[in-house]
């Protein structure tokens, strides 16, 4: 079993920074690629970032230039790291990695931290 939790939502004014983690627990040999999802109510959930094993990033357009996605490879914890907050990144966001374990390659979720962005 591999666990994902995240933390770091809240509320934040437009303008603002936060940041986000992602703690994985449980017995694997490699986390990557690990990812970050977001969705808000009724629509379908959108790509945010991602991060590989050899620290290769990608990021989905809407958040390119003022979100940065790294790794604590000690902590098996992820990080997004959010600037310049507008109200339209106002979602749920979700951590994702497809960790390699003894039981084969598995898709796992984190529960999700929220993120409202509001004055």
């Known amino acids: 079993q591999v666990h994902l939790v995240e933390s770091g939502g809240g509320l934040v004014q437009p303008g603002g920074s936060l940041t986000l983690s992602c703690v994985a627990s449980?017995?694997?040999?490699?986390?990557?690629?690990m990812g970050w999802y977001r969705q808000v109510p009724e629509q379908s959930r959108e790509f945010v970032a991602v991060?590989?094993?050899?620290?290769?990033?990608d990021y989905g357009p809407s958040v390119k230039g003022r979100f940065t996605v790294s790794r604590d490879v000690a902590k098996n914890t992820m990080y997004l790291q959010m600037n310049n907050l507008k109200p339209e990144d106002t979602a749920r966001y979700y951590c994702?990695?497809?960790?390699?374990?003894?039981?084969?390659?598995?898709?796992?979720w984190g529960q999700g931290t929220l993120v409202t962005v509001s004055s």
């Open positions: 991060i590989t094993s050899n620290d290769m990033t």
């Open positions: 994702n990695a497809k960790p390699s374990t003894a039981e084969g390659d598995l898709d796992v």
């Open positions: 449980g017995s694997f040999w490699s986390l990557y690629p």
